[in-house]
């Protein structure tokens, strides 16, 4: 089809501009072929008009005007004398008019999207959205059972596997043991050898077989997990547009519920978990001009214990009200993150990622990010080298209180007494507060000591040395971040280490006062009133 409207005809379409003015006296006429559309700046062709007819300059004004509304006036003219032409054309074209619909359909289609950026979503993005409107409709506690029911499978089989790997351990050890203590008699050097690397194998087999059943479970859970958020949601769209289906829609969250229920909790709130610990809150206005409010905390206590969900006797975890909170705000602006101290190693856990690792495992499957393994995979082939000062992120959603780890690499100089504002770690600490305030994360737990455990080395005069310097840092951080972000309110937790003295916390709590300058209420009541 022929379109009309993009036919050679009408380019290059030219009419003749007419103005009419006064030089010396003297009535005078400028006529100029214009092309119409305007292809240029009315300004621009009005300063090459005057300069090629030797135009006076006070005339530039009027003739601008003039110039424009000729244009205008041409421009209309010209487009409904094509819609005429079009609309003639269509009229004696054999075409019907579902061909044209298509043609221009197609023409506005290709036009706009060289304008638009992609508006496709990710299943991903579908995900998110699917659950995020779970979390916050009557299926929150179906769904947080159904969570927590999958976390007790993956629990047990990793209890099991924990059994195994113990038991071969056992069953080697005293393999080895005998063939030792008969060296000589009954066993040579070359059995013990052979002992040795029949062992490492049968212990490499061991933990690929587990891994095996982990990664199969993990699957096989995220799967059904996402199938059954998908098909709830169908059903709570469907409730909204036809109310007569609500009891239908929901059976399935029922009998899922009466499934969970089934499961003998016990004590669900066992006090054997609960920990007396130290912690004390405060709230502080940074600013010159204009100020923002933010909330502080000092704890004392294990930085794991905001990843690990408080669990019964027996070790299933149980959904309990932080937990509950850290689901609704998954897809948020008020996200909780925390910082990890770590080494230089992606490929071994060692240390506290030793410790994190078996928490992710045991905190069930991952439904809405990658796991662990393959997120540390992905940053490892990314970054091969890690120095001081790099922070690589995990993002989780089957932690207790926290939606985002920072992983803040440091090394030796952290134990020197005379750090200093621009060491390596401290540089690191403050690009992970920018990233988290540029990221909408709102809560973050920063270890104050930048030591997750007490050591000897760490005396009075070193603990209070390094506070002071924490801070003091921080607090420039947070102006710096209220300053070019806007952030109105940040949630900072300070986390001191388990087994320091209730005096050195007293000493915490008294210098991050007078440090933040933390305002005391101002009692207005008389005293007549008293």
């Not at 009419?20 to 214009?34: A, E, M, N, Y």
């Not at 982990?214 to 169908?234: A, C, D, F, I, P």
């Not at 932690?399 to 803040?408: A, P, Q, R, Y």
Request: hydrophobic content about 35%.
């Amino acid at each position: 089809m022929v379109d009309v409207l993009l036919c050679s005809t009408y380019e290059d379409q030219k009419r003749d501009f007419v103005f009419d003015f006064k030089d010396s006296g003297k009535l005078q006429r400028l006529t100029v072929p214009i092309p119409i559309p305007l292809k240029v700046d009315a300004k621009e062709f009005v300063q090459r008009l005057i300069t090629f007819h030797n135009l006076p300059c006070y005339l530039e004004p009027e003739l601008t005007k003039t110039l424009d509304e000729f244009n205008k006036s041409s421009c209309r003219e010209l487009q409904d004398k094509m819609g005429v032409a079009a609309l003639e054309q269509m009229k004696q074209s054999s075409q019907c008019a579902a061909d044209y619909i298509s043609s221009w359909s197609n023409s506005f289609t290709q036009e706009h999207t060289s304008y638009s950026s992609a508006s496709d979503k990710s299943e991903e993005s579908v995900f998110s959205e699917m659950y995020h409107s779970l979390i916050h409709s009557a299926a929150l506690e179906t769904l947080l059972q159904l969570e927590n029911t999958y976390a007790i499978a993956m629990d047990d089989v990793v209890l099991k596997k924990e059994s195994a790997i113990k038991a071969m351990e056992e069953k080697h050890q005293r393999e080895m043991e005998d063939s030792i203590n008969n060296l000589g008699i009954v066993t040579s050097d070359k059995d013990v050898n052979d002992l040795a690397a029949r062992h490492c194998e049968d212990a490499q087999m061991l933990e690929t077989y587990w891994s095996s059943e982990l990664s199969q479970l993990q699957e096989m859970q995220k799967r059904e997990y996402r199938e059954w958020v998908t098909k709830v949601h169908e059903d709570m769209v469907r409730v909204s547009s036809d109310p007569s289906s609500v009891e239908d829609s929901f059976s399935i969250g029922k009998n899922r519920s009466m499934s969970v229920q089934s499961i003998p909790v016990g004590n669900e709130f066992s006090t054997t978990e609960h920990e007396f610990r130290l912690e004390e809150s405060f709230t502080i206005l940074l600013g010159a001009q204009k100020k923002s409010t933010h909330n502080l905390r000092l704890i004392c206590g294990n930085v794991l214990d905001l990843c690990k969900h408080k669990t019964r006797p027996g070790g299933s975890v149980l959904s309990q009200p932080h937990r509950i909170q850290t689901a609704l705000s998954l897809y948020s602006e008020t996200l909780a993150g925390v910082i990890l101290l770590v080494e230089d190693r992606l490929n071994t856990y060692s240390g506290i990622m030793k410790h994190f690792a078996r928490i992710c495992q045991q905190s069930g499957t991952e439904f809405h990010f990658p796991d662990l393994d393959k997120q540390l995979c992905l940053i490892q082939q990314m970054f091969e080298k890690r120095d001081r000062r790099d922070i690589y992120i995990t993002r989780h959603s089957n932690l207790s209180e926290v939606h985002v780890v920072f992983h803040l690499v440091v090394d030796d100089s952290v134990k020197s007494s005379t750090i200093s504002t621009r060491n390596p770690v401290i540089v690191g600490l403050r690009n992970a507060l920018h990233t988290a305030v540029r990221h909408s994360i709102t809560t973050i737990t920063i270890p104050l000591l930048l030591f997750h455990e007490m050591t000897e080395e760490m005396t009075v005069s070193w603990c209070m040395k390094r506070a002071e310097l924490m801070f003091k840092c921080v607090k420039g951080f947070i102006m710096e971040c209220s300053t070019w972000s806007g952030a109105e309110s940040l949630n900072l937790q300070f986390m001191v280490p388990k087994g320091i003295s209730e005096e050195m916390f007293t000493s915490f709590s008294q210098m991050l006062s007078s440090i933040f300058r933390v305002s005391t209420p101002l009692d207005l009541t008389s005293t007549a009133n008293r």
